[in-house]
């Protein structure tokens, strides 16, 4: 197992409201990404932050937004829900520091959002 | 923009066989990374190896190894003695290695089942 912690779990929301995502990095690790994961089909990259920068974003719309803090844990907040919005959200830490490990993406193991 | 393509949505193999997993990338990029990752049940995304694009030689990692085929853009993961705890989504996935988010685009993803 990695040392990528995220909650909750699973999560249920209705369409129009507000949801926060949490992600724990892995010890060492000081950039996140997310990624969301649609029923059968592959992460699709939502943004990454490194140093509590944005540093990278996907073709997501602006109502899906983060924050990254000083100890490199990570929010993924979305607003205004969609029905589409229902995926697995997946956090990865990984480090720029690493030599040999440089990158590698650890992932957790996923918010289940539905939305209805 | 980079493409990865899994042309295998299922696969079966018999325990104690090998099976090879295919993947095609598409990139006019020629320092990268590309990946494999396991997601079981659990949900939570295992990476199983990883194969650096300007090396030669192919990576292997105890009972996985692959066949990188940088002209052909081709990326194939092969499991040899298949063992039940193989049954997961295996996706594929390609990492940029020059400056910027160090993204991860991942296949649509195999199914694999280890039949008993």
């Known amino acids: 197992e990695t040392g990528v912690t995220q909650s909750p779990t699973h999560l249920i929301k209705t369409r129009g409201q507000q949801v926060t995502l949490r992600c724990s990095s892995q010890?060492?690790?000081?950039?996140v990404s997310w990624y969301q994961q649609a029923l059968g089909q592959g992460p699709q990259f939502i943004f990454q932050?490194?140093?509590?920068?944005?540093?990278g974003r996907g073709n997501f719309p602006p109502r899906f937004s983060g924050l990254q803090f000083p100890n490199y844990s990570s929010e993924l907040n979305v607003n205004a829900l969609e029905l589409d919005d229902s995926a697995l959200y997946l956090c990865?830490?990984?480090?720029?520091?690493?030599?040999?490990?440089?990158?590698?993406?650890?992932f957790g193991a996923g918010t289940r959002l539905s939305v209805l | 923009a980079q493409t990865v393509t899994q042309s295998q949505p299922e696969m079966s193999v018999q325990e104690a066989e090998t099976v090879t997993l295919s993947c095609t990338y598409d990139?006019?990029?020629?320092?990268?990374?590309l990946f494999w990752y396991k997601q079981p049940p659990s949900r939570q995304m295992i990476l199983v190896i990883r194969?650096?694009?300007?090396?030669?030689q192919n990576a292997t990692e105890n009972r996985f190894s692959v066949n990188f085929q940088k002209a052909a853009k081709s990326f194939s993961l092969k499991i040899s003695d298949s063992q039940l705890g193989d049954t997961a989504m295996y996706f594929c996935?390609?990492?940029?290695?020059?400056?910027?988010?160090?993204?991860?685009?991942f296949g649509k993803g195999t199914k694999l089942s280890v039949i008993p």
């Open positions: 194969q650096e694009a300007y090396k030669q």
């Open positions: 010890s060492g690790h000081n950039t």
């Open positions: 996935a390609y990492q940029y290695s020059g400056a910027g988010s160090y993204q991860l685009t």
């Open positions: 990865a830490s990984s480090s720029h520091r690493l030599t040999l490990a440089k990158n590698i993406q650890y």
């Open positions: 932050y490194y140093r509590e920068e944005e540093n």
């Open positions: 990139t006019s990029e020629s320092n990268y990374y």
